[in-house]
T-cell receptor
C-alpha cells in the first residue's frame, strides 16, 4: 500500500514553456502533499506543502508565482513550473502523507525536468 | 539545517557483510526519524522509522538506532546485497504544528560483489 504515482517521469522542453507535473496517491487519501526539488548529488529540498482545498505553503526562497501548486482532491496535486528556464532544470519529487507530521511520507518516482 | 555539498560520501562494503550508515541530525526537538533509500532516477523509498521514545527498532534485515544525547541516527543493514546499493538519507521531523521533514545530506552505499 501507499503508492504515489508521479507523471511525467521526464520532460524536455524549450525555455519559456510552462510544464505541469502530476502527483497522485493511488491507494490512499493524502491529507498533505509535498513538493521537493533535488539537484544532482544533493539532498531533497522542500519547496512547498499543500493541503487539499487550501493554498500551498511555500518555503523561503521559492517563488509561488513561478511554481504553481494545486491540490484539488485528496488524491491529486499538481505542480506547474511557469515560463521555465534552464536554471529550473532539476529533479522534482512529490510525496504524500495520510495524516499529520507523525505519518511517513511516501514518495513518487520524480520528474526529470530539462529546459533547453 | 544541513549544509549541501556536491559530492555524497560513499560507503563501500563487500556483499554479505553488514553495513552501518550514520547520520547526525540537527534539531534536538525532532521526535520522529526516517531512513529512506533512493535508487538512481527514482524517488526515496521508505525503509524504517523510529520515534524519539525508542532507541532501537528492527525491521527485516535493517535496524535503526537512535541516540538522542548526541543527536545521532544509524542504519544497520545485515548481509548486504547488491540490490542495497543506493543513496541513503536520514530524515528528521518535529511532529508539532507546521512541521516539515528535513533530509540529511545522503550517503552512497556501494556493494562489491
Amino acid at each position: 500500500g501507499a503508492v504515489v504515482s508521479q507523471h511525467p517521469s521526464r520532460v524536455i522542453c524549450k525555455s519559456g514553456t510552462s510544464v505541469k507535473i502530476e502527483c497522485r496517491s493511488l491507494d490512499f487519501q493524502a491529507t498533505t502533499m509535498f513538493w521537493y526539488r533535488q539537484f544532482p548529488k544533493q539532498s531533497l529540498m522542500l519547496m512547498a506543502t499543500s493541503n487539499e482545498g487550501s493554498k500551498a505553503t511555500y518555503e523561503q526562497g521559492v517563488e509561488k508565482d513561478k511554481f504553481l501548486i494545486n491540490h484539488a482532491s485528496l488524491t491529486l496535486s499538481t505542480l506547474t513550473v511557469t515560463s521555465a528556464h534552464p536554471e529550473d532544470s532539476s529533479f522534482y519529487i512529490c510525496s504524500a502523507s495520510k495524516g499529520s507530521g507523525n505519518q511517513p511520507q511516501h514518495f513518487g518516482d520524480g520528474t526529470r525536468l530539462s529546459i533547453l | 539545517g544541513e549544509s549541501v555539498g556536491l559530492h555524497l560520501p560513499t560507503l563501500s562494503v563487500q556483499e554479505g557483510d553488514n553495513s552501518i550508515i550514520n547520520c547526525a541530525y540537527s534539531n534536538s526537538a525532532s521526535d520522529y526519524f526516517i531512513w529512506y533509500k533512493q535508487e538512481s532516477g527514482k524517488g526515496p523509498q521508505f525503509i524504517i522509522d523510529i520515534r524519539s521514545n525508542m532507541d532501537k527498532r528492527q525491521g527485516q534485515r535493517v535496524t535503526v538506532l537512535l541516540n538522542k544525547t548526541v543527536k545521532h541516527l544509524s542504519l544497520q543493514i545485515a548481509a548486504t546485497q547488491p540490490g542495497d546499493s543506493a543513496v541513503y538519507f536520514c530524515a528528521e521531523i518535529y511532529t508539532g504544528a507546521n512541521s516539515k521533514l528535513t533530509f540529511g545530506k545522503g550517503i552512497t552505499l556501494s556493494v562489491r560483489p
